[in-house]
């Protein structure tokens, strides 16, 4: 009888090795700088994400030449990724708060990791695209659970600046995206795009295995809430979808109109079922507190303008004669001001200056910069000042207002918190890219310029509303969660 639990015995060890949380050696637990190791470990996945997201749209031209598809159908490389993994931001995170979020991270890297080597080797266009959504899956359990891995891991008085070089290596992966995009395609093939995901992959597996701490505060789940996920998907797929086919897609109007109302109605459904079932995927109290509900819209609003001149400023350089390499280099400015006011900020900014004062900050000088650009000429030498003026002020705004945020969120959801943040940030990705677009669409008949001066409108318009998020987040003491962390 012995010799028959034995073997059974055996067997269940896997399983279990698979679902279980393993320590950091005592060598790296007991280092004081331990909570910077973790840190800088999760920029990789940070780093990664913003890269892969900047660099695909290189390769649109050599996948049209080599799988003979047109341009709307190239463009699902990129769509079908961001659709999934806006879809999946949540529901990854509330797994993580049940289950771990080192281990999530983890298996969201290894994910991310085989699916990019899927990539490369794809047969055809469709099964790149397949490739792409399983690619987005590991994204989204690496990204719902980047902001919360720093937040446990630095100590509280350190957060901001942990979130601050977590936020300047998405910059940097934004800012080389086009660079490396380049090179490689050029050189390489559109494969290797794809290929120096792994890497970089194999690299994080590592560090993060022996860097990261183990999850410390958990949230009980009976059961999964399935039908939540698809109500959320449905809502912003739909949404993202209408938004991509307003700014200029052949759907007809009626086509529009049809999207925005299936995901209205999927949003509202989403919220009642929330309500309602015993076992919710996000816990609509956390978008009471205020910290939480005005950072949201910050976030969106941040994003927004971060990557609305990703389009606008290519558009209107090269309409006036200037090279896509010349477009690229005066874009740095962008997230090189970022990158440099996320990580220094701390020590040039007064100590006694609040979250809440940052974010003022921060957006009163971005909102000044896409103001100007409505007034000077779109030509490279004030495009460069105004990009980088507009990154030092969204450098100064987003670690503190995702400080504000994740402080107001009690440890226990901070991976739901930590999903939230990213599915607002990607939905603010998606409008920046989608009404910038729609602008220069809708004024194509006036010329670049008419369009550029709206698109211009729009991005200060989302500065303004950052500003008024800013302005009505919570004092100090104020807005904080109901369990502290």
Same mark, same amino acid.
């Given at each position: 009888?012995?010799?028959?639990?034995?073997?059974?015995?055996?067997?269940?060890?896997?399983?279990?090795?698979?679902?279980?949380?393993?320590?950091?050696?005592?060598?790296?637990?007991?280092?004081?700088?331990?909570?910077?190791?973790?840190?800088?470990?999760?920029?990789?996945?940070?780093?990664?994400?913003?890269?892969?997201?900047?660099?695909?749209?290189?390769?649109?031209?050599?996948?049209?030449?080599?799988?003979?598809?047109?341009?709307?159908?190239?463009?699902?490389?990129?769509?079908?990724?961001?659709?999934?993994?806006?879809?999946?931001?949540?529901?990854?995170?509330?797994?993580?708060?049940?289950?771990?979020?080192?281990?999530?991270?983890?298996?969201?890297?290894?994910?991310?990791?085989?699916?990019?080597?899927?990539?490369?080797?794809?047969?055809?266009?469709?099964?790149?695209?397949?490739?792409?959504?399983?690619?987005?899956?590991?994204?989204?359990?690496?990204?719902?659970?980047?902001?919360?891995?720093?937040?446990?891991?630095?100590?509280?008085?350190?957060?901001?600046?942990?979130?601050?070089?977590?936020?300047?290596?998405?910059?940097?992966?934004?800012?080389?995206?086009?660079?490396?995009?380049?090179?490689?395609?050029?050189?390489?093939?559109?494969?290797?795009?794809?290929?120096?995901?792994?890497?970089?992959?194999?690299?994080?597996?590592?560090?993060?295995?022996?860097?990261?701490?183990?999850?410390?505060?958990?949230?009980?789940?009976?059961?999964?809430?399935?039908?939540?996920?698809?109500?959320?998907?449905?809502?912003?797929?739909?949404?993202?979808?209408?938004?991509?086919?307003?700014?200029?897609?052949?759907?007809?109007?009626?086509?529009?109109?049809?999207?925005?109302?299936?995901? &209205?109605? %999927?949003?509202?459904? +989403? =919220?009642?079922?929330?309500?309602?079932?015993?076992? *919710? /995927? #996000?816990? $609509?109290?956390? !978008?009471?507190?205020?910290?939480?509900?005005?950072?949201?819209?910050?976030?969106?609003?941040?994003?927004?303008?971060?990557?609305?001149?990703?389009?606008?400023?290519?558009?209107?350089?090269?309409?006036?004669?200037?090279?896509?390499?010349?477009?690229?280099?005066?874009?740095?400015?962008?997230?090189?001001?970022?990158?440099?006011?996320?990580?220094?900020?701390?020590?040039?900014?007064?100590?006694?200056?609040?979250?809440?004062?940052?974010?003022?900050?921060?957006?009163?000088?971005?909102?000044? &910069?896409? %103001?100007?650009?409505? +007034? =000077?000429?779109?030509?490279?030498?004030?495009?460069? *000042? /105004? #990009?980088? $003026?507009?990154? !030092?002020?969204?450098?100064?705004?987003?670690?503190?207002?995702?400080?504000?945020?994740?402080?107001?969120?009690?440890?226990?959801?901070?991976?739901?918190?930590?999903?939230?943040?990213?599915?607002?940030?990607?939905?603010?990705?998606?409008?920046?890219?989608?009404?910038?677009?729609?602008?220069?669409?809708?004024?194509?008949?006036?010329?670049?310029?008419?369009?550029?001066?709206?698109?211009?409108?729009?991005?200060?318009?989302?500065?303004?509303?950052?500003?008024?998020?800013?302005?009505?987040?919570?004092?100090?003491?104020?807005?904080?969660?109901?369990?502290?962390?």
């Amino acid at each position: 009888m012995v010799a028959n639990m034995t073997p059974r015995r055996d067997r269940s060890r896997w399983p279990a090795a698979l679902t279980r949380e393993r320590a950091r050696p005592e060598v790296i637990r007991s280092r004081p700088d331990a909570w910077w190791l973790a840190v800088g470990t999760v920029c990789f996945g940070a780093f990664m994400g913003q890269l892969d997201a900047s660099i695909v749209t290189l390769t649109y031209g050599s996948l049209r030449t080599g799988f003979h598809a047109s341009l709307a159908a190239v463009e699902w490389v990129s769509l079908a990724y961001l659709l999934t993994l806006v879809a999946l931001l949540v529901p990854a995170g509330r797994l993580a708060d049940a289950h771990g979020r080192k281990l999530l991270y983890l298996y969201g890297f290894a994910v991310f990791t085989l699916a990019s080597a899927a990539c490369g080797f794809a047969p055809s266009l469709w099964a790149l695209v397949a490739f792409r959504v399983v690619q987005a899956a590991g994204a989204a359990m690496m990204q719902a659970n980047s902001v919360a891995l720093v937040t446990t891991s630095a100590p509280r008085e350190r957060m901001r600046s942990a979130l601050g070089v977590q936020a300047a290596a998405q910059a940097l992966g934004l800012a080389l995206g086009p660079t490396v995009g380049g090179v490689l395609v050029s050189t390489l093939g559109w494969r290797w795009v794809f290929f120096v995901n792994v890497p970089v992959g194999l690299v994080a597996l590592v560090g993060g295995h022996y860097l990261l701490p183990r999850t410390r505060a958990r949230t009980k789940v009976a059961r999964f809430d399935w039908s939540g996920l698809a109500l959320l998907a449905v809502a912003t797929t739909s949404a993202l979808l209408g938004v991509s086919a307003a700014s200029g897609l052949a759907v007809p109007g009626w086509g529009v109109a049809l999207l925005f109302v299936v995901a &209205a109605v %999927a949003g509202r459904q +989403f =919220v009642r079922r929330q309500r309602r079932t015993a076992a *919710p /995927l #996000l816990d $609509l109290d956390l !978008l009471r507190v205020r910290a939480v509900a005005t950072g949201l819209i910050g976030a969106l609003s941040g994003y927004l303008v971060l990557f609305g001149p990703l389009v606008l400023v290519p558009v209107v350089l090269t309409a006036r004669g200037s090279s896509e390499l010349t477009a690229g280099a005066v874009l740095t400015a962008l997230p090189a001001g970022f990158a440099l006011a996320a990580t220094g900020g701390d020590r040039l900014l007064p100590g006694s200056l609040t979250d809440r004062g940052r974010c003022l900050a921060g957006a009163g000088v971005f909102a000044l &910069a896409t %103001a100007a650009l409505l +007034f =000077v000429p779109l030509t490279t030498g004030p495009l460069v *000042p /105004l #990009l980088a $003026l507009t990154g !030092l002020g969204l450098g100064t705004f987003t670690p503190a207002n995702n400080t504000m945020i994740m402080g107001a969120i009690p440890a226990r959801s901070s991976g739901t918190g930590g999903g939230l943040v990213n599915m607002t940030r990607g939905l603010g990705t998606a409008l920046g890219v989608a009404l910038v677009t729609l602008a220069l669409h809708l004024v194509a008949g006036g010329g670049v310029r008419a369009g550029a001066r709206w698109a211009a409108a729009v991005l200060l318009a989302a500065s303004v509303l950052a500003a008024v998020s800013a302005w009505l987040g919570p004092r100090d003491g104020q807005g904080t969660a109901p369990e502290t962390r």
